[in-house]
């Protein structure tokens, strides 16, 4: 209700928006596609090493990658770190295109699908879902509309996306001997768990059931960015586990754990003001054509949704800063000199 309320408020106060500018500018896709398809042939044999070093199959490799990624280490040597920062952005931009038809699906998936692998690998099935969600935001907002069979081509690729992260965890054993059925049954039971376990240990945390230690803070990016003067030092923000059922551990925090154990109840209201004030100001810049806040929003949408599981605001604050000086470099060196106006 907060968030609704003051979304609402925003959007009356909103009238008098500038609808031009250089974040207006319109894109030279071709350029861009060439540049970053000649990238991928540079960077992803680069991965493969990085990859190659944490085991001798695939399933050793994926535990390895994503016990270092709980730990809150780097998978992948400065390069190709830098480079998937770089397709969080980039893929943003070319579902802009794809939405206004000034690229096809072939193009769009030469460059998205190797970010992609490496995303999951990177940063987990929880990046890469928000980033899905994301372009599902970008699409409809372009194209004022969303066709069923996007719809469904992404519902079976979250379903693939849980399905490898389930291989990579070790919750489904494909070389076992187990029946197709039973394989199904276990990963039907990993994405109710995975669904459930969230809002079950939150009402524990709440009923005194379980202890957590508050390593989740909302300024988690103030730290980040103090951490390059050496002031500050970034703690693991995904090292707490409970049992949510026999035998099954799982991760409590959510948006409001984020916010409650430290600043209270009062805290949870100012926050979740604060980000419905900057989410709706980003959505609405985002529908006249602001490309940086195209990307934004779709990312505050994704944390919209996924907010019952993290909190992806305010502790994005510096991945957002990130994003800000990648739109400018592409728009200085791949736009075209007119404005659009809205």
Known sequence: MIFSAVSICITFFA???????????????????????????????????DLSALGSDFEQIS?????????????FGR?????????????????????????GWLKYLVIALPWCALILVGSGRAGLVQMLLGLVFIYRVVNKKL??????????????????GAIATNKIDVSSDESLGEIIFIMLKHVASYALQGPILFSLYFDGAVQVFENWSPFISVCHLLSM????????????????????????????????????????????????????????????????YMVISAYLYSAIVLSLFSDNFLPSLWFFIKVFVIVIFVLLFFSKKQFHKG
């Not at 609808?19 to 991928?40: I, K, Q, V």
């Not at 920062?85 to 579902?95: A, D, N, R």
């Open 79 to 103: 390069l190709t770190a830098n480079y998937l920062l770089l397709g969080l952005v980039i893929i943003p931009l070319f579902t802009i295109a794809l939405a206004q038809r000034r690229i």
């Open 15 to 49: 009238k008098n928006f500038v609808y031009e500018g250089f974040f207006y500018r319109t894109l030279n896709f071709n350029g861009l596609f060439f540049l970053f398809a000649f990238s991928h042939l540079l960077v992803l044999p680069v991965a493969y090493i």
């Open 229 to 292: 003067f050496q002031l500050c030092t970034p703690s693991a923000m995904h090292a707490e586990f409970n049992l949510y059922g026999d035998g099954l551990d799982g991760n409590v925090y959510s948006l409001y754990f984020s916010i409650f154990p430290g600043f209270g109840v009062m805290g949870v209201v100012f926050f979740i003001a604060l980000y419905s004030a900057a989410s709706t100001y980003a959505y609405l810049k985002a529908k006249q054509g602001h490309i940086f």
């Open 147 to 164: 066709p069923i069979k996007i719809m469904v081509y992404l519902g079976l690729l979250l379903l693939i996306i849980l399905f490898v």
């Open 63 to 75: 535990y390895n990658a994503r016990a270092m990624t709980v730990a809150g280490e780097s998978i």
